[in-house]
């Protein structure tokens, strides 16, 4: 089965700019995969950020933005706030009804 | 506003099997702008599709658990529902219940809160 991968962590610092990342273990992401985002604080269920790519969810700042990024989908967070810290979540569309989650990226603000 | 609340027992021994309920409120189950799925989540680590269900019955599994896993719908009662043979401690997690919008873009657009299943004698 197809692996969808995400850096396990990452860190930015307050008011900069991080870009997650969302591949394949095999081949390259595209709008086909209609990939989508999630936030997730301890505790809560996941929040719905970014989906068809780059389209936001209501609700949603716009320091948030979706793209592909060479062969993989790719979440960007311009001027990082205090309550970005989370995990983020990607997901991909594999066909035949199949969906596959990233293993997530816990981020970290300091 | 459409609103989804899991519901099921907390506690599942080994061997047996875990049941869970998702109940839809705000919207109706048998929207044509929806499937309905299941998430979970064991503790400490990533999310798990489980499944996905549209209100005419069809059914999507993931296939490392197709062979334990059944989602049904009922319409009469706004719920579709999960089914987990032959559990074990792996299957510990929370488990979410998410709506799966289809109206051009497909993406799980709204979530439950999720429901703590633990597997343990």
């Known amino acids: 089965q197809t692996v969808v991968t995400q850096e396990p962590s990452f860190s930015v610092s307050p008011g900069g700019t991080v870009t997650l990342t969302c591949g394949l273990s095999?081949?390259?992401?595209?709008?086909?995969?209609?990939p989508s985002w999630y936030q997730q604080t301890p505790g809560q269920a996941p929040r719905t950020l970014i989906y068809g790519t780059n389209t936001r969810s209501s609700g949603v700042p716009d320091r948030f933005s979706g793209s592909i990024l060479g062969n993989r989908a790719a979440l960007t967070i311009t001027g990082a706030q205090a309550d970005d810290e989370s995990d983020y979540y990607c997901v991909l569309y594999m066909g035949s009804g199949i969906w596959v989650f990233g293993g997530g990226t816990k981020l970290t603000v300091l | 506003q459409l609103q989804l609340q899991e519901s099921g027992p907390g506690l599942v021994k080994p061997s047996e099997t875990l049941s869970l309920t998702c109940t839809v409120s705000g919207g109706s189950i048998s929207s044509s702008n929806h499937y309905w799925g299941w998430i979970r989540q064991p503790p400490g680590k990533g999310l798990e599709w489980i499944g996905s269900i549209y209100y005419s019955g069809s059914t999507y599994y993931n296939p490392s658990l197709k062979s334990r896993v059944t989602i049904s719908v009922d319409t009469s009662k706004s719920q579709f529902s999960l089914k987990v043979n032959s559990v074990t401690a792996a299957d510990t997690a929370v488990y979410y219940c998410?709506?799966?919008?289809?109206?051009?873009?497909?993406?799980?657009?709204?979530w439950g809160r999720g429901t703590l299943v633990t597997v343990s004698s």
């Open positions: 998410a709506s799966l919008s289809r109206t051009g873009h497909w993406y799980f657009d709204l």
């Open positions: 095999s081949g390259s992401v595209s709008t086909s995969y209609y």
